[in-house]
């Protein structure tokens, strides 16, 4: 379904700042896959989002959806079959306009004609959908979305993606920013959409243990490259200490992730 090919993606070449971020990565995203993603600090896990997105060119390689090749189609275009939340649960929704109102905008991404007007069967199918999230949200549909919580804001950002049927999410430590019970709840909901509406999705992760415990296939990146790539029931076996020691024997470094490594400490 996605395909990258070769990838090499350098930040000012040709400077004393030169830095290579992906090297020669290439990947295939089958339809259905639910991917987690996990890697050292600075191993191009955001930079791979980047490039799948449109955000950046890449400086080498190829980059295909659906056999079509889409290196050079900007953001906004890839934006119809792209869906993407980032960690920040304030980016995916718009504060100043009503729950029914980005709901409405959501709706219609990628529909330039008929225009649907916000009418009682529509606000009954907004109604129904907000059930899922059970948050109570369905009774605040004029509510503006200043006043919803991060957890509450994260998990309308994953509903209104859902909604506009992507052919593939992008999950940049979206539960990154919440206390645990809104994460775990964030995580659940994924989980679910991902499986209802047979969606693809990769996953990016500082926490090994979600990494292995959700999805049916498994990255770890290094500098620039892709060098686990687990899946089946290998994934099914794998605990925390495997994928510290496989990285030890592959790499002859130790993990380096703060944030990996703290969250996976035994209280
Ligand atoms: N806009 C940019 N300009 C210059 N260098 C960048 C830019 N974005 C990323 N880099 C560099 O590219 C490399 C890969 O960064 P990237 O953010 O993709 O890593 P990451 O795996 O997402 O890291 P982390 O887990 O720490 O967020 C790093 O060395 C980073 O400093």
Request: net charge neutral; aromatic share 6%; proline share 3%.
């Amino acid at each position: 379904m996605i395909e990258l090919q070769n990838i090499t993606h350098v930040f000012y070449p040709g400077t004393p700042d030169e830095r290579i971020a992906l090297k020669n990565l290439s990947l295939k995203v089958n339809k259905g896959d639910f991917i987690t993603i996990i890697g050292s600090n600075g191993a191009g896990k955001t930079t791979l989002f980047n490039l799948i997105a449109g955000t950046y060119r890449p400086s080498q390689g190829r980059i295909l959806i659906n056999d079509i090749d889409v290196t050079n189609t900007p953001e906004y275009k890839r934006a119809k079959y792209i869906g993407r939340i980032f960690q920040n649960p304030l980016l995916g929704t718009a504060s100043n306009m009503s729950l029914e109102d980005n709901m409405m905008i959501c709706y219609r991404k990628g529909f330039k004609w008929p225009v649907v007007s916000l009418n009682h069967a529509m606000r009954e199918k907004f109604r129904k959908e907000l059930e899922k999230l059970q948050m109570g949200l369905e009774h605040r549909m004029k509510d503006n979305l200043a006043l919803f919580s991060g957890g509450q804001r994260q998990a309308l950002t994953l509903l209104m993606m859902v909604l506009s049927r992507p052919e593939l999410i992008l999950l940049d430590e979206h539960t990154a920013a919440l206390d645990p019970k809104n994460a775990s709840k964030i995580l659940a909901l994924t989980k679910e959409f991902i499986e209802e509406y047979q969606l693809t999705a990769m996953m990016i992760t500082h926490n090994m243990t979600q990494a292995i415990e959700y999805g049916n296939r498994l990255l770890m990146m290094d500098e620039g490259e892709i060098i686990l790539d687990i899946s089946g029931e290998e994934k099914k076996n794998l605990t925390v200490e495997d994928l510290v020691e496989q990285f030890h024997r592959l790499r002859q470094k130790s993990y380096e992730d703060d944030r990996a490594l703290l969250s996976e400490k035994k209280p």
